[in-house]
């Protein structure tokens, strides 16, 4: 079995920085891709930025210079810091990992989400 756990979601005004944080835990052998999603009320899920096992990353256009996504693979951690924020930045955060397990089988995991509100 194999969770994962986000925290730091919250309320913050428009300029303002949160940095959101997401465990594995589990029978984990490996992780490989770990990212972030978001989905607004009335909006699809969109991959917000995404990070290799060899720390390469990407993000969403509309975050580019704002977030920064890192790792920590000793603790098996993908952290969000996002800065100037921004209304349109309102949305549950979804924390997402390929992991392969002590079965050796990938399988893709979903966190429960947490909620990031940006609002004066």
């Known amino acids: 079995q194999v969770q994962l756990v986000e925290s730091g979601g919250g309320l913050v005004q428009p300029g303002g920085s949160l940095r959101l944080s997401c465990g594995a835990s589990?029978?984990?052998?490996?992780?490989?891709?770990m990212g972030w999603y978001r989905q607004a009320p009335g909006k699809q899920r969109e991959l917000v930025a995404r990070?290799?096992?060899?720390?390469?990353?990407n993000y969403t256009d509309s975050v580019k210079g704002r977030f920064t996504i890192s790792r920590d693979n000793g603790k098996n951690t993908v952290y969000l810091q996002m800065n100037s924020l921004k209304p349109e930045d309102t949305a549950n955060y979804y924390c997402?990992?390929?992991?392969?397990?002590?079965?050796?089988?990938?399988?893709?995991?979903w966190g429960q989400g947490t909620q990031v509100t940006v609002s004066s």
């Open positions: 990070i290799d096992s060899g720390g390469r990353t």
């Open positions: 997402n990992a390929d992991i392969r397990d002590y079965r050796l089988r990938w399988e893709n995991y």
């Open positions: 589990g029978s984990i052998f490996s992780i490989s891709a």
